[in-house]
């Protein structure tokens, strides 16, 4: 050994110290403004959809806000007072008012939350409505999702590390094909069976209704019986879709550098597959469930008509066979919030799995 | 490249069903009426909610309409608004992905902007809402909603398969040539993206026939039309749950799941030949070579 | 990097610049015996045979490969890409994955206090498992796959110096991980870094640490070196050589580069198309190329040491291996060929020092003027 090569060696060590301090900082700082600039894309969406939520009743044939104000006049035998055709104009369009004002009242509006009123169950306000359903569609949709997900996730990850065998060429096929079909059609079929014939589940509705809703043993374990069916509809309709995407992620993964040194480690099959292969395989698929949730909901809204789920999907069918337009504005409002923040949410977890956090999408 | 895809079991059946509808939904209507005496419409009054018999080959519904009839009915109403909504939705999906692709710079990013918005709105609360204000429309009306709401889903992979082209050499050597962008899109890019170009408007087809049963199972849609959705809703409104009438509600949904399987099938194929990587290996060659040099060994050591 | 680094010899190797190249140019001096290099053979390759099979006909990517390596010998394998040299790299280590399949041969392999060589073609992945890392290691290519992207360097050390030892505490496998990564001159703060936090140089240091974590007989290198700078790489291959000095691990090392094996190795391996075509000692191999092919791969290298000449590249590209040419796969670019290199495939035989695979030194069927000529010039050295 020649002296100048450990002198070499030395310096590189060192500047190699210098660096790590350097470095520190700088990495959290893309962390963070990673989040950031995800943030402000949502809120960016955000004020989209409220402006969409503005502009669509004002675009549609016909005067939606003189129907809502006959609606209400049918429905109360009276014209409702002038504060309340106030607020339904600054909601639905007053043709005598410029746009711009109008756009300010409607926003101010908002801030104050004021949705307006149920046509369908007149006066009530439909932001106790909504409040009402919100609870129930998170928990039903929020659960049944994330088991899909990982049900789907996982299964993609054990067909895609023997990729050709034959449990990948049945599997993968199979709920590449299940995936497709309609969850409604699929919960119609379970109450058929589960409920109607076989009698294990009970046949609608969200809580047994000889309970009281709130923090009661009965009415929990009364919700969690009815709720395990529309769940268990919702995963089964819904895992399917992960399995084909994972599958392949973790077959390119498998031919990475890192997975074949896993593998000359001799470390065991099972640590190989999933410290190392499914790991990063599964990124990818993190991404993509950010991105599937707004589709998701909506097959999930269905399910719930079917069941009569006391939440957002089944007060949406309600509103409009009953042309209740207020309500409909506040659930599509409320549904795009919440599936922002379950955006922002995965964006999070992506962020806690990947050391890179470099902008993939 | 046609041959291999038809040489796959999967691409074969897929094709097979997928055709299958589609002459349903051509010639079934003209074949319930000469072939089977059945209208969807008329009211059999004497054979109210009878399971499937030699007169009601799927039996009828609870106000007495022949069940055959209305699926074979159904299928042109419901392939009707996947078709109008698939075609605009590819349309828009094209324009917006190949010219963000090819354009760069901001207009690419405004697009690209654009495409994320429509991309993490829940698109099918979006559609929900607005056929909730034009309801009664027909398969039309609804096709060209969820086509307009819903294009944002293929748009980012032409995107980056515009922007590859765009960097390629003959592209290059094209501009060079002095060629318009809207010729060269027209003529040089676009025949390159046939195969995802495709895959997509099959993709959105099978959503646009989805998405209409849903919101015909919501009841936005026109009553007196029947299309799969309408039926599935219709037999949900007629208890037939509770009455046990399968012959009503399970044939729409497997019509449904029927077509979208094959989709799925084809797309499926397509993907793997594209691909061959994902396959993973043919474990029976693998099999019999590893075989082979075994029973080699043994005869060596003896 | 490279500036920081200005004063330093770019080779690394100090005063020995006048010395001519030998196969320990870089150390200098030392005889090989004083190396450990103890004439036991650690690994005996036998008619390797490794083929990619698929619906289309199999590839041959190693034909009938044989030969050895004594224990704390450096064995250099040269070959253009696609010469199937990655693919002998997975095949030693049973790496190897469907649609390559081990068609034949055997790999005999001796690690420490073993009684007899095992084979290793013959084995179950659950004893190789036994094998692997303590007996045998691997470098890759790439150190910027090669480690995992989403765990630290620390973690990916642990797991393998626990998996082989159960005995060792979390404490002990941190405390080694730190001695690995200064044996390669890192610093043990590196150990708490994510692989995309470092750099090509350290990264590749980091994977040469982790292969030596669990004191391998046999590290099996792929072209460790092509992804860094040529500073970078001349410390790396030091460092290396100054390990197997003090840990007498024998290496097989697989690189595009045969100026840099004439360097480093102390035997050097040919491969084309799946074979091998000539092997011998370093200096023989460099001093008296007997294949043609050797001869041209020595030409399009620059010599590290000698005055710059003209380079030369070989003319044509390697075969498809789908469709291998007739006879000797390098006849169709060899300027010494004759009539019966298109028919008859030459075997592997000693010309002096070395074993060529070549018609011109090895009975072809018929003498022909060319061949005649060539052996007396082989005979006069």
Same mark, same amino acid.
């Given at each position: 050994?020649?002296?100048?090569?450990?002198?070499?060696?030395?310096?590189?060590?060192?500047?190699?110290?210098?660096?790590?301090?350097?470095?520190?900082?700088?990495?959290?700082?893309?962390?963070?403004?990673?989040?950031?600039? /995800?943030?402000?894309?949502?809120?960016?969406?955000?004020?989209?959809?409220?402006?969409?939520?503005?502009?669509?009743?004002?675009?549609?044939?016909?005067?939606?806000?003189?129907?809502?104000?006959?609606?209400?006049?049918?429905?109360?035998?009276?014209?409702?007072? !002038?504060?309340?055709?106030?607020?339904?104009?600054?909601?639905?369009?007053?043709?005598?008012?410029?746009?711009?004002?109008?756009?300010?009242?409607?926003?101010?509006?908002?801030?104050?939350?004021?949705?307006?009123?149920?046509?369908?169950?007149?006066?009530?306000?439909?932001?106790?409505?909504?409040?009402?359903?919100?609870?129930?569609?998170?928990?039903?949709?929020?659960?049944?999702?994330?088991?899909? =997900?990982?049900?789907?996730?996982?299964?993609?990850?054990?067909?895609?590390?023997?990729?050709?065998?034959?449990?990948?060429?049945?599997?993968?096929?199979? +709920?590449?094909?299940?995936? $497709?079909?309609?969850?409604?059609?699929?919960?119609?079929?379970?109450?058929?069976?589960?409920?109607?014939?076989?009698?294990?589940?009970?046949?609608?509705?969200?809580? +047994?209704?000889?309970? $009281?809703?709130?923090?009661?043993?009965?009415?929990?374990?009364?919700?969690?019986?009815?709720?395990?069916?529309?769940?268990?509809?919702?995963? =089964?309709?819904?895992?399917?879709?992960?399995?084909?995407?994972?599958?392949?992620?973790?077959?390119?993964?498998? %031919?990475?550098?890192?997975?074949?040194?896993?593998?000359?480690?001799?470390?065991?099959?099972?640590?190989?597959?999933?410290?190392?292969?499914?790991?990063?395989?599964?990124?990818?698929?993190?991404?993509?469930?950010?991105?599937?949730?707004?589709?998701?909901?909506?097959?999930?809204?269905?399910?719930?008509?079917?069941?009569?789920?006391?939440?957002?999907? =089944?007060?949406?069918?309600?509103?409009?066979?009953?042309?209740?337009?207020?309500?409909?504005?506040?659930?599509?409002?409320?549904?795009?919030?919440?599936?922002?923040?379950?955006?922002?949410?995965?964006?999070?977890?992506?962020?806690?799995?990947?050391?890179?956090?470099?902008?993939?999408? | 490249?046609?041959?291999?895809?038809?040489? @796959?079991?999967?691409?074969?059946?897929?094709?097979?069903?997928?055709?299958?509808?589609?002459?349903?939904?051509?010639?079934?209507?003209?074949?319930?009426?000469?072939?089977?005496?059945?209208?969807?419409?008329?009211?059999?009054?004497?054979?109210?909610?009878?399971?499937?018999?030699?007169?009601?080959?799927?039996?009828?519904?609870?106000?007495?309409?022949?069940?055959?009839?209305?699926?074979?009915?159904?299928?042109?109403?419901?392939?009707?608004?996947?078709?109008?909504?698939?075609?605009?939705?590819?349309?828009?999906?094209?324009?917006?992905?190949?010219?963000?692709?090819?354009?760069?710079?901001?207009?690419?990013?405004?697009?690209?902007?654009?495409?994320?918005? =429509?991309?993490?709105?829940?698109?099918?609360?979006?559609?929900?809402?607005?056929?909730?204000?034009? /309801?009664?429309?027909?398969?039309?009306?609804?096709?060209?909603?969820?086509?307009?709401?819903?294009?944002?889903?293929?748009?980012?992979?032409?995107?980056?398969?515009?922007?590859?082209?765009?960097?390629?050499?003959?592209?290059?050597?094209?501009?060079?040539?002095?060629?318009?962008?809207?010729?060269?899109?027209?003529?040089?890019?676009?025949?390159?993206?046939?195969?995802?170009?495709?895959?997509?408007?099959?993709?959105?087809?099978?959503?646009?026939?989805?998405?209409?049963?849903?919101?015909?199972?919501?009841?936005?849609?026109?009553?007196?039309? $029947?299309?799969?959705?309408?039926?599935?809703?219709?037999?949900?409104?007629?208890?037939?749950?509770?009455?046990?009438?399968?012959?009503?509600?399970?044939?729409?949904?497997?019509?449904?799941?029927?077509?979208?399987?094959?989709?799925?099938?084809?797309?499926?194929?397509?993907?793997?030949?594209?691909?061959?990587?994902?396959?993973?290996?043919?474990?029976?060659?693998?099999?019999?070579?590893?075989?082979?040099?075994?029973?080699?060994?043994?005869?060596?050591?003896? | 990097?490279?500036?920081?680094?200005?004063?330093?010899?770019?080779?690394?190797?100090?005063?020995?610049?006048?010395?001519?190249?030998?196969?320990?140019?870089?150390?200098?001096?030392?005889?090989?015996?004083? /190396?450990?290099?103890?004439?036991?053979?650690?690994?005996?390759?036998?008619?390797?045979?490794?083929?990619?099979?698929?619906?289309?006909?199999?590839?041959?990517?190693?034909?009938?490969?044989?030969?050895?390596?004594?224990?704390?010998?450096?064995?250099?394998?040269?070959?253009?890409?696609?010469?199937?040299? %990655?693919?002998?790299?997975?095949?030693?280590?049973?790496?190897?994955?469907?649609?390559?399949?081990?068609?034949?041969?055997?790999?005999?392999?001796?690690?420490?206090?073993?009684?007899?060589?095992?084979?290793?073609?013959?084995?179950?992945?659950?004893?190789?498992?036994?094998?692997?890392?303590? @007996?045998?290691?691997?470098?890759?290519?790439?150190?910027?796959?090669?480690?995992?992207?989403?765990?630290?360097?620390?973690?990916?050390?642990?797991?393998?110096?626990?998996?082989?030892?159960?005995?060792?505490?979390?404490?002990?496998?941190?405390? &080694?991980?730190?001695?690995?990564?200064?044996?390669?001159?890192?610093?043990?703060?590196?150990?708490?870094?994510?692989?995309?936090?470092?750099?090509?140089?350290?990264?590749?240091?980091?994977?040469?640490?982790?292969?030596?974590?669990?004191?391998?007989?046999?590290?099996?290198?792929?072209?460790?070196?092509?992804?860094?700078?040529?500073?970078?790489?001349?410390?790396?291959?030091?460092?290396?050589?100054?390990?197997?000095?003090?840990?007498?691990?024998?290496?097989?090392?697989?690189?595009?580069?045969?100026?840099?094996?004439?360097?480093?190795?102390? &035997?050097?391996?040919?491969?084309?198309?799946?074979?091998?075509?000539?092997?011998?000692?370093?200096?023989?191999?460099?001093?008296?190329?007997?294949?043609?092919?050797?001869?041209?791969?020595?030409?399009?290298?620059?010599?590290?040491?000698?005055? $710059?000449?003209?380079?030369?590249?070989?003319?044509? %590209?390697?075969?498809?291996?789908?469709? !291998?040419?007739?006879?000797?796969?390098?006849?169709? /670019?060899?300027?010494?060929?004759?009539?019966?290199?298109?028919?008859?495939?030459?075997?592997?035989?000693?010309?002096?020092?070395?074993?060529?695979?070549?018609?011109?030194?090895?009975?072809?069927?018929?003498?022909?003027?060319?061949?005649?000529?060539?052996?007396?010039?082989?005979?006069?050295?």
């Amino acid at each position: 050994m020649t002296a100048p090569l450990i002198a070499s060696e030395t310096g590189l060590a060192q500047q190699g110290g210098a660096g790590e301090a350097a470095r520190r900082p700088a990495r959290r700082r893309t962390r963070l403004t990673w989040l950031g600039s /995800r943030l402000g894309f949502y809120l960016f969406v955000t004020w989209v959809a409220i402006t969409l939520n503005f502009f669509i009743p004002r675009l549609m044939p016909g005067d939606p806000a003189q129907a809502v104000i006959q609606a209400m006049t049918q429905r109360n035998g009276q014209m409702p007072p !002038p504060e309340t055709v106030h607020s339904i104009q600054l909601l639905f369009g007053n043709p005598d008012k410029p746009l711009f004002s109008q756009y300010v009242g409607y926003l101010g509006q908002l801030v104050h939350g004021d949705l307006g009123l149920s046509i369908s169950q007149y006066p009530v306000p439909v932001i106790d409505l909504v409040r009402a359903a919100l609870p129930w569609t998170l928990l039903l949709v929020g659960a049944s999702t994330v088991i899909a =997900f990982v049900i789907g996730v996982g299964l993609g990850i054990v067909v895609g590390w023997r990729p050709g065998r034959r449990f990948d060429t049945v599997v993968t096929p199979l +709920s590449t094909v299940i995936g $497709v079909v309609p969850y409604f059609w699929v919960a119609l079929l379970a109450v058929w069976v589960f409920a109607v014939k076989l009698g294990w589940a009970p046949v609608s509705g969200g809580y +047994s209704v000889d309970t $009281v809703p709130g923090l009661n043993v009965p009415f929990l374990a009364g919700a969690l019986r009815y709720g395990l069916l529309p769940v268990a509809t919702i995963v =089964f309709s819904s895992f399917g879709g992960w399995v084909f995407g994972q599958r392949n992620m973790m077959v390119t993964t498998l %031919s990475e550098d890192y997975v074949l040194l896993a593998r000359a480690k001799g470390l065991p099959g099972w640590k190989v597959m999933l410290v190392y292969a499914a790991r990063n395989a599964m990124l990818p698929s993190i991404t993509n469930f950010a991105l599937a949730i707004g589709g998701l909901v909506g097959g999930a809204l269905l399910t719930e008509i079917v069941f009569s789920y006391p939440g957002m999907g =089944f007060l949406l069918f309600d509103a409009v066979s009953k042309r209740d337009y207020p309500t409909m504005q506040a659930v599509f409002l409320l549904i795009t919030l919440t599936v922002l923040l379950a955006n922002f949410v995965a964006d999070s977890v992506y962020v806690l799995l990947d050391p890179r956090t470099r902008e993939s999408r | 490249m046609v041959r291999r895809l038809l040489k @796959d079991w999967k691409v074969r059946l897929g094709v097979a069903v997928f055709a299958a509808f589609c002459l349903l939904a051509l010639l079934g209507p003209w074949l319930t009426s000469a072939l089977l005496h059945q209208s969807p419409t008329r009211l059999d009054l004497n054979a109210v909610s009878s399971p499937p018999s030699s007169k009601h080959l799927l039996g009828t519904t609870a106000s007495g309409q022949d069940v055959l009839a209305q699926l074979v009915t159904g299928t042109r109403e419901s392939m009707l608004a996947g078709l109008v909504a698939s075609v605009l939705g590819t349309f828009i999906a094209v324009v917006v992905g190949v010219t963000a692709g090819l354009a760069g710079g901001i207009v690419d990013s405004a697009l690209t902007g654009l495409t994320n918005v =429509f991309l993490t709105m829940p698109g099918f609360a979006l559609i929900f809402v607005i056929s909730g204000y034009t /309801r009664g429309g027909g398969p039309v009306v609804i096709g060209i909603i969820i086509g307009l709401f819903g294009w944002a889903g293929g748009t980012r992979a032409l995107r980056a398969q515009a922007m590859s082209l765009r960097n390629r050499e003959f592209v290059l050597a094209m501009r060079m040539l002095g060629e318009s962008r809207w010729r060269l899109a027209m003529s040089e890019v676009l025949p390159h993206l046939i195969g995802w170009i495709s895959a997509m408007f099959l993709g959105g087809f099978v959503g646009g026939v989805l998405a209409e049963s849903g919101l015909a199972f919501l009841g936005v849609s026109d009553p007196s039309t $029947v299309s799969w959705g309408i039926m599935i809703s219709d037999a949900q409104q007629g208890n037939a749950l509770i009455s046990g009438m399968w012959w009503w509600f399970a044939p729409p949904g497997l019509c449904i799941a029927l077509l979208g399987a094959s989709v799925a099938l084809i797309n499926f194929g397509v993907d793997e030949i594209s691909n061959p990587r994902l396959r993973g290996a043919n474990r029976a060659l693998v099999k019999r070579a590893q075989e082979a040099s075994r029973a080699k060994e043994v005869s060596h050591a003896r | 990097m490279p500036g920081d680094h200005g004063e330093t010899p770019p080779t690394a190797r100090g005063n020995t610049g006048e010395t001519p190249p030998t196969a320990h140019g870089i150390t200098g001096e030392t005889p090989p015996t004083a /190396r450990g290099i103890t004439g036991e053979t650690l690994l005996d390759v036998r008619g390797l045979t490794v083929e990619y099979v698929s619906e289309q006909g199999s590839v041959r990517a190693c034909d009938d490969v044989s030969f050895t390596v004594r224990r704390g010998e450096i064995l250099g394998v040269a070959g253009e890409s696609g010469s199937g040299k %990655s693919t002998l790299i997975t095949a030693l280590t049973r790496l190897e994955r469907p649609p390559a399949v081990t068609t034949a041969g055997e790999i005999l392999f001796r690690p420490r206090g073993a009684a007899k060589p095992v084979d290793l073609v013959g084995l179950l992945e659950r004893d190789l498992r036994k094998l692997r890392w303590r @007996d045998m290691a691997i470098v890759l290519q790439s150190a910027m796959n090669a480690l995992n992207p989403v765990m630290r360097l620390e973690a990916q050390f642990t797991d393998v110096l626990r998996e082989h030892d159960c005995t060792l505490s979390r404490r002990t496998a941190r405390e &080694r991980t730190a001695e690995l990564l200064t044996l390669v001159g890192l610093t043990a703060g590196q150990a708490n870094r994510y692989p995309h936090e470092l750099s090509g140089g350290t990264r590749q240091r980091a994977t040469i640490a982790l292969a030596l974590a669990c004191g391998p007989d046999l590290v099996v290198m792929d072209e460790p070196t092509t992804a860094v700078d040529v500073v970078m790489q001349r410390q790396i291959l030091a460092n290396l050589l100054r390990l197997r000095e003090r840990l007498a691990f024998a290496v097989v090392f697989v690189t595009h580069d045969l100026s840099l094996l004439v360097e480093l190795a102390d &035997r050097i391996a040919i491969m084309y198309a799946g074979r091998i075509v000539e092997i011998g000692t370093a200096a023989d191999l460099y001093h008296h190329p007997r294949h043609p092919y050797t001869e041209g791969l020595r030409a399009s290298f620059p010599p590290l040491r000698e005055p $710059v000449r003209r380079l030369s590249g070989i003319p044509g %590209s390697p075969p498809d291996l789908r469709d !291998p040419p007739p006879g000797c796969a390098f006849h169709p /670019r060899c300027p010494q060929r004759f009539a019966p290199c298109d028919s008859v495939l030459p075997v592997l035989g000693p010309v002096g020092d070395q074993q060529v695979a070549c018609l011109l030194h090895t009975g072809g069927p018929t003498l022909g003027h060319a061949r005649k000529e060539r052996t007396d010039d082989a005979l006069g050295h």
